[in-house]
C-alpha cells in the first residue's frame, strides 16, 4: 500500500511558475512508475506528464511539453513537477499517482495507476 500526498499549488498569474510535490509513504517507492495528471472542471482527467522508476524515461503531453519538468528522488519518495510559463489552460486539480512496475517505462492512461493522491488545486489567472 503507497499512500501519495501532493503540494505546492496555489494561485499564480500566468506565465509564472510552480513547483508541485507528492510524498510517498513506504519503502518501495523506487519501484513505482510514477505520473501527474490533471482535471479541470467540466472535463475528463488528463495525463500531464510521467517517469520511469529508475527515472531515466520521462513522458509528457504535448499541451506541457517544454513547459513542465518531472522529477524524482527515490531516497526521498518524492516526485516532482515543476511547471513554468504557466497558461489559465492549466487551471485544474493535479493528482499524484503510482505504479508499481519492474518494467522501466513510462505509463501515461489512468488504468495504468494503482494509487492516486487527493489533489492539490493550480490555479492561473490571465
Known amino acids: 500500500q503507497v499512500q501519495l500526498v501532493e503540494s505546492g499549488g496555489g494561485l499564480v498569474q500566468a506565465g509564472g511558475s510552480l513547483r508541485l510535490s507528492c510524498a510517498a509513504s513506504?519503502?518501495?517507492?523506487?519501484?513505482?512508475?510514477m505520473g501527474w495528471f490533471r482535471q479541470a472542471p467540466g472535463k475528463e482527467r488528463e495525463f500531464v506528464a510521467g517517469?520511469?522508476?529508475?527515472?531515466?524515461?520521462?513522458y509528457y503531453a504535448d499541451s506541457v511539453k517544454g513547459r513542465f519538468t518531472i522529477s524524482r528522488d527515490n531516497a526521498k519518495n518524492t516526485v516532482c513537477l515543476q511547471m513554468n510559463s504557466l497558461k489559465p489552460e492549466d487551471t485544474a486539480v493535479y493528482y499524484c499517482?503510482?505504479?508499481?512496475?519492474?518494467?522501466?517505462?513510462?505509463?501515461?492512461?489512468?488504468?495504468?495507476?494503482?494509487?492516486w493522491g487527493q489533489g492539490t488545486q493550480v490555479t492561473v489567472s490571465s
Open positions: 517517469i520511469s522508476w529508475s527515472g531515466g524515461t520521462t
Open positions: 499517482a503510482a505504479r508499481p512496475t519492474a518494467i522501466v517505462r513510462v505509463f501515461t492512461t489512468q488504468s495504468d495507476y494503482t494509487y
Open positions: 513506504g519503502r518501495t517507492f523506487s519501484t513505482y512508475a
